[in-house]
């Protein structure tokens, strides 16, 4: 079993929709999560992180945490096509301490 | 330095040879992580850093890849024999406080090795 488990997509959404990107993480004992945006060719940029389970919202973004589903979301409203890119989602382990990623969902917003 | 900074931004080299791929993390952050990512993957974990002693390398693939922080602050990989399959982009990211903190990338070092 992957550490953090993404759907490779890609997924697809018209423009205005809401797009919603999930993950899943198998160290029970995770307490830290994030999600990086990544356009091809760029570097992953860090747009949302998350620590306590329930909503955490930061303008069109929206993360969610289920610790005992063991799960991370995030909610994007109002797609817009700049927001085409791979979404990664991050966890830190318990075990190790290691900040490992997962391989990444493509989003395509389409005009 | 505003950002974190990785040189060279594009790396050949020959099968074989020695490469060292430099970053300078964010000015003030003491955890330092190198990452390696290979096209159509996320990136995979090598080392981290906690000032200037590895705090976690388990993600180094064998003992070729080394990495050294001497001064807390910039640091160097290095891989010895380098391989094709050692060609991906190796990403450096850094934080404040460690494991738990935000961590802001690098633009990456592109690595070919033919």
């Known amino acids: 079993q992957k550490e953090v488990e993404q759907n490779s997509g890609p997924l697809s959404v018209p423009e205005g929709a809401i797009a919603s990107l999930n993950c899943t993480y198998s160290?029970?004992?995770?307490?830290?999560f994030f999600w990086y945006r990544q356009y091809s060719g760029k570097s992953p940029e860090l747009i949302m992180f998350?620590?306590?389970?329930g909503d955490k919202e930061d303008g069109r973004f929206t993360a969610q945490l289920n610790k005992a589903s063991q799960y991370v979301s995030l909610l994007i409203r109002d797609s817009q096509p700049s927001d085409s890119a791979t979404y990664l989602c991050?966890?830190?382990?318990?075990?190790?301490?290691?900040?490992?990623f997962g391989a990444g969902t493509i989003l395509r917003v389409k005009s | 330095g505003a950002g974190v900074s990785q040189t060279p931004s594009n790396k050949v080299t020959e099968k074989g040879k020695y490469v060292e791929l430099r970053c300078d993390p964010i000015?003030?952050?003491?955890?330092l992580y190198w990452y390696r990512q290979s096209l159509g993957q996320g990136p995979e974990f090598l080392i981290y850093?906690?000032?200037?002693?590895?705090?976690?390398d388990s993600g180094l693939p064998n003992d070729r890849f080394f990495a050294v922080r001497p001064e807390g602050s910039v640091s160097t990989l290095k891989i010895q024999r380098t391989e094709r399959g050692d060609s991906a982009v190796y990403l450096c990211?850094?934080?404040?406080?460690?494991?738990?903190?935000?961590?802001?990338f690098g633009q990456g070092t592109r690595l070919t090795v033919v």
């Open positions: 990211a850094s934080s404040h406080g460690g494991w738990g903190t935000e961590a802001f």
């Open positions: 160290d029970r004992g995770s307490q830290s």
């Open positions: 998350i620590y306590s389970n």
């Open positions: 991050a966890v830190i382990l318990v075990r190790g301490n290691k900040l490992v």
């Open positions: 000015s003030g952050h003491t955890a």
């Open positions: 850093f906690q000032g200037t002693g590895a705090a976690d």
